[in-house]
């Protein structure tokens, strides 16, 4: 078992090491970031200021606020004594060989024996910054590679050299997965290493089809996106936010440092993104690149007189059957297409293929890495390989052949040879939920609906899981699901079908209904552990506030959203919030209250949804004890020992009958006084006001003239009174249906 790094110093406040400090420091390290002292002033300005810079990125870089207190600033005139606490040092300062070893030069004769130091360089050869140093310190050497933004990008390149020693690589690699989260990939010390080196290649494959080929930046970002299990961002917004010079700078490197590339030319930039950058034409940072907003309009260059334009219509022919489609059906079904969207999306799937091949064994030995680089590192969904495997490699290779392109030797029969996958142990199931055992006797409830929605269907499979778990000699139940997101909410299709047909009692009776199923929930005598991640928002918030014990990942994004469609929470939300901003006050006085009550009443009023799962924890959404883990990938797994754990030591359901003390008309008049500033201040709508009236009135007891201790069912019935009619309002139907059509919400 290796000893994990408690102290880690970040040398280089840029960009990349002030985010690079505030990961280290959201995982719990205790972290020095250092720079070069300033010329004037305090010696300090410079790191300070990169600093500050760096806390105002969005997203944030930090989990909360108070992580920012692990983070030392200082340097190098004044702090590079501090770098003797350090188990770990990062160097990521400027990209310059010899800026970068003198400075591995002054570590030497600083550090301790047993240190380890890496740097975080994406063009200079790993092995040359140690170059000088004693085989000790070589020893102890690599390359670490995050990529940007590093809270949020899962992969980590590992480079080490002939010199690194194996049980520092094992470290390293060890820390990285358990401590930061990280998929970590072995990366051979080649120029740009594996992710990048592929990615650029792909970017620049969609820049000649531009420059060359006739297809416009919105044909091509719509053939390079989600259509193919790639980020939105595609080709042209990517290359926009990483910068037009940036790509300049990295293809000509990889020019001149890859002389035996087969593919060497695709690195030759076309001259109209030169003339791009020449004009200030950088992307994101001069708000102008491949496209540009102009008055909320999304406009594109054009290459052959440079203004900017609005989209065309797409030339691509019929694809929405083929969006339509499961991703492997999609990537097949458009392979096999005819017209240009099939030309492009063949042509370029069959050179990024070749090329892949190709780097095998030059930047990594196995297929696999390529893969997992490309998948951490460029959010795709399949990598070059599995790619190859689901198109079938025989007809890949004769696509190839036909193309007159060399196929290196070891390239023969499927990357991924076929399993036959374990049979699904379903104890119930519906077209939208599954209860499924995990082993051990915990069951996992998993709902499949789109966007993982409360559907009725969900609803109801829920309380079949409950029955059966009740009825039954297993021991727990999880409730989760393998999504990127765990629950988009309640369904506002069906609830809105519900509406305008005007059946009131209906939804009534389903507001009741729901609230009586997060309570059987809470109350449960067998351990419910949620396991959540992602966008957790309405309906799925409150489920996750009912269940007694929650894992989540780090990255959990939960609020109760509902005035974004002009609801309230109606499930239990505001109930649960009352009750723990009372929980949390030092005393059941008013004062002691009330602070806690309006930081909930305006984290619901202005639909704020946590940027982090400790956020989330002090805004109220997450309870104290719930276990946070720096990657949510084993969080089911967790959930299930978490369950099983629970049973061993006799698990005991919350007390129930518990009473909640609301503040009564004086509290309300507080909080309606905050609202009224909100509106005033142009900050909401008459609407969002009333709507916040709505919220304070349930929150503070209804029409309570004094502070009280009230029942759970008292709040459920105020929620439900309240929740009710405002679906009969034109506005609320409004943003649902705008919200429906358009995915944004509307503030009315």
Same mark, same amino acid.
């Given at each position: 078992?290796?000893?994990?790094?408690?102290?880690?110093?970040?040398?280089?406040?840029?960009?990349?090491?002030?985010?690079?400090?505030?990961?280290?420091?959201?995982?719990?390290?205790t972290v020095h970031l250092l720079d070069i002292a300033?010329?004037?002033?305090?010696?300090?300005?410079?790191?300070?200021?990169?600093?500050?810079?760096?806390?105002?990125?969005?997203?944030?870089?930090?989990?909360?606020?108070?992580?920012?207190?692990?983070?030392?600033?200082?340097?190098?005139?004044?702090? +590079?004594?501090?770098?003797?606490?350090?188990?770990?040092?990062?160097?990521?300062?400027?990209?310059?060989?010899?800026?970068?070893?003198?400075?591995?030069?002054?570590?030497?004769?600083?550090?301790?024996?047993?240190?380890?130091?890496?740097?975080?360089?994406?063009?200079?050869?790993?092995?040359?910054?140690?170059?000088?140093?004693?085989?000790?310190?070589?020893?102890?050497?690599?390359?670490?590679? =995050?990529?940007?933004?590093?809270?949020?990008?899962?992969?980590?390149?590992?480079?080490?050299?002939?010199?690194?020693?194996?049980?520092?690589?094992?470290?390293?690699?060890?820390?990285?997965?358990?401590?930061?989260?990280?998929?970590?990939?072995?990366?051979?010390?080649?120029?740009?290493?594996?992710?990048?080196?592929?990615?650029?290649?792909?970017?620049? +494959?969609?820049v000649k089809a531009w420059a060359e080929q006739g297809?416009?930046?919105?044909?091509?970002?719509?053939?390079?996106?989600?259509?193919?299990?790639?980020?939105?961002?595609?080709?042209?917004?990517?290359?926009?936010?990483?910068?037009?010079?940036?790509?300049?700078?990295?293809?000509?490197?990889?020019?001149?440092?890859?002389?035996?590339?087969?593919?060497?030319?695709?690195?030759?930039?076309?001259?109209?993104?030169?003339?791009?950058?020449?004009?200030?034409?950088?992307?994101?940072?001069?708000?102008?690149?491949?496209?540009?907003?102009?008055?909320?309009?999304?406009?594109?260059?054009?290459?052959?007189?440079?203004?900017?334009?609005?989209?065309?219509?797409?030339?691509?022919?019929?694809?929405?059957?083929?969006?339509?489609?499961?991703?492997?059906?999609?990537?097949?079904?458009?392979?096999?297409?005819?017209?240009?969207?099939?030309?492009?999306?063949?042509?370029?799937?069959?050179?990024?293929?070749?090329?892949?091949?190709?780097?095998?064994?030059?930047?990594?030995?196995?297929?696999?890495?390529?893969?997992?680089?490309?998948?951490?590192? =460029?959010?795709?969904?399949?990598?070059?390989?599995?790619?190859?495997?689901? +198109?079938?490699?025989?007809?890949?290779?004769?696509?190839?052949?036909?193309?007159?392109?060399?196929?290196?030797?070891?390239?023969?029969?499927?990357?991924?040879?076929?399993?036959?996958?374990?049979?699904?142990?379903?104890?119930?199931?519906?077209?939208?939920?599954?209860?499924?055992?995990?082993?051990?006797?915990?069951?996992?409830?998993?709902?499949?609906?789109?966007?993982?929605?409360?559907?009725?269907?969900?609803?109801?499979?829920?309380?079949?899981?409950?029955?059966?778990?009740?009825?039954?000699?297993?021991?727990?139940?999880?409730?989760?699901?393998?999504?990127?997101?765990?629950?988009?909410?309640?369904?506002?299709?069906?609830?809105?079908?519900?509406?305008?047909?005007?059946?009131?009692?209906?939804?009534?009776?389903?507001?009741?209904?729901?609230?009586?199923?997060?309570?059987?929930?809470?109350?449960?005598?067998?351990?419910?552990?949620?396991?959540?991640?992602?966008?957790?928002?309405?309906?799925?918030?409150?489920?996750?506030?009912?269940?007694?014990?929650?894992?989540?990942?780090?990255?959990?994004?939960?609020?109760?959203?509902?005035?974004?469609?002009?609801?309230?929470?109606?499930?239990?939300?505001?109930?649960?919030?009352?009750?723990?901003?009372?929980?949390?006050?030092?005393?059941?006085?008013?004062?002691?209250?009330?602070?806690?009550?309006?930081?909930?009443?305006?984290t619901i009023a202005i639909a704020k949804v946590s940027?982090?799962?400790?956020?989330?924890?002090?805004?109220?959404?997450?309870?104290?004890?719930?276990?946070?883990?720096?990657?949510?990938?084993?969080?089911?797994?967790?959930?299930?020992?978490?369950?099983?754990?629970?049973?061993?030591?006799?698990?005991?359901?919350?007390?129930?009958?518990?009473?909640?003390?609301?503040?009564?008309?004086?509290?309300?008049?507080?909080?309606?006084?905050?609202?009224?500033?909100?509106?005033?201040?142009?900050?909401?709508?008459?609407?969002?006001?009333?709507?916040?009236?709505?919220?304070?009135?349930?929150?503070?007891?209804?029409?309570?003239?004094?502070?009280?201790?009230?029942?759970?069912?008292?709040?459920?019935?105020?929620?439900?009174?309240?929740?009710?009619?405002?679906?009969?309002?034109?506005?609320?139907?409004?943003?649902?249906?705008?919200?429906?059509?358009?995915?944004?919400?509307?503030?009315?």
């Amino acid at each position: 078992m290796f000893k994990p790094f408690q102290t880690v110093a970040v040398l280089g406040a840029g960009v990349m090491g002030s985010q690079i400090a505030a990961h280290l420091a959201n995982v719990g390290l205790t972290v020095h970031l250092l720079d070069i002292a300033s010329p004037t002033g305090s010696k300090n300005d410079l790191v300070e200021s990169a600093w500050k810079k760096a806390l105002k990125l969005s997203p944030p870089i930090l989990f909360t606020e108070k992580v920012a207190r692990r983070v030392t600033l200082g340097n190098f005139d004044e702090h +590079l004594d501090r770098l003797r606490q350090a188990d770990w040092i990062i160097e990521a300062v400027v990209e310059d060989l010899q800026i970068k070893q003198q400075l591995m030069e002054r570590l030497e004769s600083i550090i301790q024996p047993e240190t380890i130091v890496s740097t975080n360089t994406s063009g200079i050869p790993i092995r040359w910054i140690a170059k000088g140093r004693s085989e000790s310190f070589r020893k102890r050497f690599l390359g670490t590679h =995050f990529f940007n933004p590093p809270r949020y990008l899962k992969l980590l390149e590992l480079i080490p050299t002939q010199d690194t020693d194996a049980a520092v690589l094992d470290r390293v690699k060890w820390f990285g997965e358990r401590y930061l989260g990280k998929g970590i990939v072995i990366a051979k010390d080649t120029p740009n290493f594996i992710a990048n080196r592929i990615g650029i290649f792909v970017t620049l +494959l969609g820049v000649k089809a531009w420059a060359e080929q006739g297809y416009s930046i919105e044909e091509i970002d719509t053939l390079t996106g989600t259509l193919i299990g790639r980020p939105k961002s595609a080709t042209f917004r990517t290359a926009d936010l990483v910068g037009l010079d940036t790509l300049i700078a990295v293809a000509d490197h990889l020019y001149q440092a890859v002389p035996n590339d087969e593919h060497r030319e695709i690195f030759q930039i076309p001259d109209v993104l030169r003339k791009m950058v020449a004009n200030g034409m950088l992307g994101a940072k001069t708000k102008q690149g491949f496209y540009k907003k102009q008055q909320r309009q999304i406009l594109s260059i054009n290459p052959k007189t440079f203004a900017y334009e609005a989209a065309q219509p797409l030339n691509l022919g019929e694809l929405d059957a083929i969006a339509a489609l499961p991703l492997r059906d999609r990537i097949r079904a458009l392979y096999a297409s005819s017209g240009r969207a099939g030309d492009f999306f063949r042509q370029t799937t069959l050179e990024m293929l070749n090329y892949s091949a190709h780097r095998v064994p030059e930047i990594a030995d196995d297929p696999q890495d390529i893969d997992l680089a490309m998948r951490w590192g =460029f959010g795709w969904d399949m990598g070059p390989f599995e790619l190859w495997d689901v +198109l079938g490699v025989e007809t890949v290779l004769a696509d190839m052949q036909a193309a007159e392109m060399s196929v290196p030797a070891w390239v023969k029969q499927s990357f991924y040879p076929s399993v036959t996958a374990e049979e699904e142990k379903a104890v119930w199931k519906n077209a939208e939920a599954a209860l499924l055992e995990m082993g051990d006797g915990v069951l996992l409830y998993e709902f499949r609906s789109k966007g993982n929605t409360l559907s009725n269907k969900v609803l109801e499979g829920f309380a079949a899981a409950l029955s059966i778990l009740e009825t039954s000699d297993y021991k727990g139940l999880v409730i989760g699901n393998k999504s990127d997101h765990f629950s988009g909410g309640a369904n506002l299709a069906e609830m809105g079908m519900i509406a305008q047909s005007g059946d009131w009692n209906a939804i009534a009776k389903l507001i009741s209904d729901f609230q009586g199923l997060l309570q059987r929930i809470h109350y449960f005598p067998k351990p419910i552990v949620a396991a959540i991640q992602g966008r957790v928002l309405g309906g799925g918030c409150e489920l996750v506030m009912a269940c007694p014990k929650v894992v989540a990942a780090a990255e959990t994004y939960i609020g109760l959203v509902e005035v974004g469609v002009g609801l309230i929470p109606g499930a239990g939300g505001l109930m649960r919030m009352a009750s723990r901003a009372a929980e949390r006050a030092a005393t059941e006085t008013p004062s002691h209250v009330l602070p806690f009550l309006r930081t909930a009443f305006e984290t619901i009023a202005i639909a704020k949804v946590s940027s982090s799962a400790a956020e989330a924890q002090a805004l109220g959404f997450l309870p104290h004890d719930a276990r946070i883990l720096i990657s949510g990938e084993h969080r089911l797994e967790v959930a299930k020992a978490e369950v099983l754990h629970l049973d061993r030591i006799g698990y005991v359901p919350p007390p129930q009958n518990n009473s909640i003390f609301v503040l009564g008309q004086a509290g309300r008049a507080v909080l309606e006084q905050i609202a009224y500033v909100y509106e005033q201040g142009g900050f909401a709508s008459q609407y969002d006001r009333y709507l916040a009236s709505r919220l304070a009135f349930v929150l503070t007891g209804g029409e309570l003239t004094a502070p009280a201790l009230v029942s759970e069912d008292y709040l459920l019935q105020l929620e439900r009174e309240s929740f009710v009619p405002l679906l009969r309002q034109e506005k609320t139907q409004a943003r649902m249906m705008h919200l429906l059509k358009t995915k944004k919400p509307l503030r009315n």
